[in-house]
């Protein structure tokens, strides 16, 4: 399947300038979704993994199916003030202030192999943020996938040597 033709491109949004890549298209078509999750956990079939992790929200939306096929936890990288037990929080530079992810305490367990799950890759930071946040919890990041990988930003290089895998590669 042609999964590019099934991702909208909004331009100027958020802001002028950004080419936005929206997956709600793709979501939206049960079939391409479908074989999409399959062809993800596809991808990520040679990592040795306890559980996934995916940043709120997109992350949510790939991350559950493709925990449920792999027959793995789930662990929701959550915006500050989301979960109601007590949290592991990591704090990030976005362009314009900062942001945090934040785990409950004990989702992760010291020595977890953990596969990241997000949408889109575009400048790294939260995904990045991501790797920080279980690295502190002792977790170990043994992969990363993304849906679409945005070409051009150098979103890689904040990514270290992680083994990454993208089910597309489109222009940012």
């Known amino acids: 399947m042609d ?9 100027d949004f958020p802001k002028p300038g950004i080419n936005f890549r929206d997956i709600t ?5 049960a079939k391409a ?4 999750v399959d062809a993800m956990v596809g991808l990520c079939k040679d990592f040795d993994v306890d ?22 936890g789930l662990v929701l990288l959550r915006k ?3 979960l109601p ?7 990030y530079q976005l362009e314009y202030g900062m942001d945090s992810l934040e785990v409950h305490e004990g989702a992760i ?10 949408d889109v890759l575009a400048t ?9 946040l279980i690295k502190k919890t002792g977790g170990e990041v043994v992969g990363i996938a993304f849906l679409i990988e945005l070409l051009g930003l150098n979103a890689r290089d904040k990514l270290g040597n992680y083994p990454v895998v993208t089910l597309l590669q489109l222009d940012a």
């Open 33 to 36: 979704f479908k074989q999409a």
């Open 109 to 118: 367990l010291p020595g977890h192999k953990v596969l990241l799950v997000d």
């Open 51 to 72: 559980v996934i992790a995916c940043p709120e929200a997109r992350g949510f939306v790939l991350g559950a199916p493709m925990a449920y096929a792999m027959g793995k």
């Open 80 to 82: 500050p003030g989301k």
């Open 85 to 91: 037990g007590k949290a592991v929080s990591h704090s």
């Open 124 to 132: 790294g930071g939260t995904v990045a943020a991501g790797v920080e």
């Open 3 to 11: 999964f590019s033709s099934k991702i909208r491109l909004i331009k």
């Open 25 to 29: 298209t793709l979501l939206q078509d």
